[in-house]
Structures are given as C-alpha cells and as structure tokens.
C-alpha cells in the first residue's frame, strides 16, 4: 500500500519513515501541488468513477507548462490519480469542494506540465477518482497530441521553468562576468543579452513561471553559469524547476532541481541563487 504511504504527502512533508518525497523530476508529466507516487498507477477496486473531464488543451508541445485540468468525481472521492500512460509514475491530487461547474461533486482543478523530453505523438492522460480508504475508482482517459518542443529563437537561450506560484528567478553569467537577472535585465554590445520577464514577481502569480536570457547572436566562447534564485515560496510548499540551454538551436545542457524553504533564507540579489549547470560555448 505504499501508493497510500505517499498520500500522507499531501499533509505533511516528509513521506513515511522520514523519506523526504520524491518531486517526480524524472516522470514526463508533472502536476502542480500534488504529491508523486513512482510506479504504475492502481487498477479499480470499487472506488467511485471519474465523473467528467474538463482539458481545454489537447495539442500540447513538449515542455508545456500550466496546461489546465478540471475533473468532477463521484460523490465518494476525496482525491484522483493523474498520470501519463507508460510513465514512471502517477500523481495524487487532493479533491476540493463543488464548485459551479459541477454543483454535486468533488472537484479537481490543476495544472500540467510537459517534460521537454517527452517524444512528440500521441499520448494518454488517465485519471483514476479515489475514496476515503484509499479505493481507485475506475480509470478515463483523454487523448493528448504531442508536438516537438518549439525551438527557442535566439542564438543562445537559457531557460528556467517551475511548477508552482513560487518566485523564482534566473541568474546568468556570461563569459565576461557580467550577470543577467530582473535587476540588470541586459546586457550592452557586445554579445548582448537580454532577460525577458520577471515571473511571479512579489508573489503575484502570471500561470507563466519560466524566465528566459536570450542571446541574438551568438556570443563570445567561454563558460557561462547559470543559478536559479529562489526569492519566494509564496503560498507553494516547494517548486520543482528546470533548467535547459540552447546553442544554435539545440539542446547542450540541462539541469533539474527542488527549491524548498531553506532556499528562501539566503540572501537575494546579484550573485544569488543555486547552481544549476555551467555552459562552455565554443
């Protein structure tokens, strides 16, 4: 019954035993505020049905984010399953009250996210409704077209993404010291570079959370590092988040990573941050 081990994530943070709880960095679907379960996800035993699904976006790219599911589930469900079918895991989400959509049911309204790597074509995305003794209901499924993941317009590009409303923020240092961050969002000629937004600034969710440095022509040879700043948790327990750069149009790195709270007590500004990955361009 270790599915149902994993469900006790949702109330506390630390998984039974005091294993802290695997974020699910490896499985090609994610979902925001949920806990991961590694595994295959459980067959039906009695528990209540999915009552109606709501996935206003069923062409996807690779590398997606903020996808938006809502699911109504039987009477009985305090939870549902959700999981790409031959993944390496599912996720439980916890099911919230009736809403106007679906008056007399449990609710779930989450969003996806995409692994980059996923392989473009179709795909499945189940979902399995739970009761309170931990019973899955019987699995329905949604049909997802995948696309190739868009290729950044820029000769270099470094991006970061995260699954939560947590603030957090991209530092980039180029070859000649100089750091890109929301507070020195450019750089001068030569090899100009440029940070396109601040997301979740001060907390104030914009369903974008990603932040890119773009260069347009390709810059000078060097080593170029990369930190992810973690400002704020904001009302997250945690963010999972995702680092990948491009040269030339193609992948040369990538990095994945959990902020937590003790990531929020260090000091922020020009210099912040975790390392996530060093980029030597040629």
Do not use: Q
Request: hydrophobic share 45%; net charge negative; proline share 6%.
């Amino acid at each position: 019954m270790r599915a149902w081990c994993a469900w006790a994530l949702l109330a506390a943070s630390s998984a039974c035993g005091g294993v802290p709880p695997d974020r699910g960095l490896d499985a090609r679907l994610g979902v925001a505020d949920a806990a991961y379960v590694e595994g295959a996800m459980p067959e039906s035993a009695g528990g209540p049905a999915v009552e109606s699904i709501d996935l206003p976006k069923s062409d996807v790219s690779a590398g997606d984010a903020g996808i938006v599911l809502r699911a109504a589930l039987g009477s009985r469900a305090t939870a549902a399953l959700v999981g790409l079918e031959g993944d390496l895991g599912y996720w439980i989400v916890p099911a919230g009250l009736a809403d106007v959509s679906a008056p007399t049911f449990p609710t779930i309204d989450v969003r996806l996210s995409l692994a980059s790597s996923i392989p473009p074509g179709a795909a499945s995305l189940v979902l399995r409704a739970v009761d309170a003794e931990g019973r899955p209901g019987p699995s329905t499924s949604r049909a997802l077209r995948v696309s190739a993941p868009a290729v950044p317009s820029g000769a270099l590009v470094v991006s970061l993404r995260w699954d939560s409303d947590a603030d957090l923020d991209l530092h980039v240092v180029d070859a000649l010291g100089r750091e890109i961050w929301k507070g020195d969002i450019e750089t001068p000629a030569p090899d100009a570079a440029s940070l396109d937004l601040d997301s979740n600034a001060g907390c104030v969710g914009d369903g974008r959370r990603r932040e890119s440095v773009t260069w347009a022509a390709r810059p000078r040879a060097g080593r170029y590092v990369v930190k992810v700043d973690t400002f704020s948790l904001c009302a997250a327990g945690a963010a999972s988040w995702r680092v990948e750069a491009w040269l030339d149009g193609a992948v040369v790195a990538r990095a994945t990573g959990v902020s937590g709270l003790v990531d929020t007590t260090f000091v922020h500004g020009r210099g912040a941050g975790v390392l996530a990955l060093e980029i030597d361009v040629p």
